[in-house]
């Protein structure tokens, strides 16, 4: 494995960290059991993995706490999230408040490493940082929480407003970022200004389904041709992305590798986010975050056919729609 440091926050953090959330949800959205789903977060330690990303939407930090408990927690970063919409009899602060607790009590520890909230989007934002923020930074006070940060919407807010703004408070050490092959604009609308500012970045949807599964990845293609937003072969190629996937001159095995490693490579990417319930999985997304980058010709490619598309492959969990909190 190979670690940096989560920006401002100076936490050593390995750049491949385990998601809890999206479509796996440790393999538990997938069918697996929660013992697999334990081993999986034990397997991705041993491969040294410490950094997990968690939520209370998810349904996975009790899973996720009983398998800590079999880790040194000053060897893990842990990160969790609240989602707190508006309206409500309680106030936002009270809930923040509440799911905190309710947080440290499921994941079985004394502090987050990283508390954010959960997909806020342009719009709430100016409430989260005015009543939000505060009550939470009292909790910092108390020792619960080690540093604040703010996650995306994801397909809300495709040129990344919320965080272009939140990266100039200095309340929120880190953001996480949508970022990937086909939605590539965070590396001129946010990179430039979460490294200025020393903010830690967690990058989610590298490969989501677009880059898993090949007829979605298919279908879209098709659409963005039909819509003349990418070039007219690509609509109807077998194989659209093969030109990524070549043995010689350091070429990808396959897509969802190549995905990994283009994100892995950018600058002001701290921690690439990968999701998986699945123990090959695990393996081969480690070892494609730790290749080097792809090849110059195929990022000159990516670029030419992709490096102008907004906010695709950014898709919401079935079991939630209209909420990209996953
Ligand atoms: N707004 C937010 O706060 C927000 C939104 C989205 C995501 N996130 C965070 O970001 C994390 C990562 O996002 P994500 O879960 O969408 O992860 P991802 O890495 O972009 O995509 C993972 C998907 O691809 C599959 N997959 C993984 N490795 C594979 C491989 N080697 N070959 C084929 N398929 C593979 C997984 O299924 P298998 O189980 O079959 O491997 C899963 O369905 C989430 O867990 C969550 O922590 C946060």
Redesign the pocket.
């Known amino acids: 494995m190979e670690y940096t440091t989560l920006g401002r926050t100076g936490l050593k953090v390995s750049v491949a960290g385990l998601?809890?959330?999206?479509?796996?949800r440790l393999?538990l959205g997938?069918g697996k059991s929660e013992a697999d789903a334990i081993r999986l977060v034990g397997e991705a330690f041993a491969l040294g993995v410490n950094l997990f990303?968690?939520?209370a939407v998810y349904g996975t930090e009790a899973v996720l706490g009983k398998a800590l408990k079999a880790l040194p927690r000053d060897q893990v970063v842990i990160t969790t999230?609240a989602w707190i919409p508006r309206g409500s009899e309680r106030s936002a602060g009270e809930r923040a408040i509440a799911s905190l607790d309710n947080s440290l009590k499921e994941l079985g520890t004394d502090y987050i490493d990283v508390f954010q909230l959960?997909?806020v989007s342009p719009r709430a934002y100016d409430h989260a940082r005015d009543a939000i923020a505060p009550v939470l930074l009292d909790q910092q006070a108390k020792g619960k929480i080690r540093f604040l940060g703010v996650?995306?919407?994801?397909s809300g807010d495709a040129e990344h407003e919320m965080v272009q703004r939140s990266v100039d408070d200095a309340v929120w050490d880190v953001v996480?970022v949508a970022f990937h092959m086909m939605h590539p604009n965070a590396r001129t609308l946010v990179f430039p200004r979460t490294i200025a500012n020393g903010v830690g970045t967690l990058i989610?949807?590298?490969?989501?389904?677009i880059f898993?599964k090949p007829q979605r990845l298919k279908a879209e293609l098709q659409q963005l041709a039909a819509a003349g937003k990418v070039t007219r072969w690509l609509g109807h190629a077998p194989n659209p992305l093969g030109f990524l996937i070549h043995e010689d001159g350091g070429g990808a095995l396959n897509v969802?590798e190549a995905a990994y490693r283009f994100v892995r490579h950018e600058p002001g990417v701290d921690v690439v986010?990968?999701?998986?319930?699945?123990r090959e999985?695990l393996r081969?997304?480690i070892a494609a975050i730790l290749k080097p980058p792809l090849p110059d010709t195929d990022r000159r490619m990516l670029a030419k056919y992709f490096g102008h598309l907004v906010g695709v492959g950014l898709d919401p969990p079935v079991y939630m729609p209209g909420l990209?909190?996953?």
């Open positions: 998601g809890c959330g999206g479509f796996s393999g997938t990303d968690t939520a999230k959960h997909g996650t995306e919407t994801g996480m989610m949807f590298a490969v989501r389904n898993s969802t986010l990968f999701g998986t319930g699945d999985h081969a997304n990209n909190l996953h």
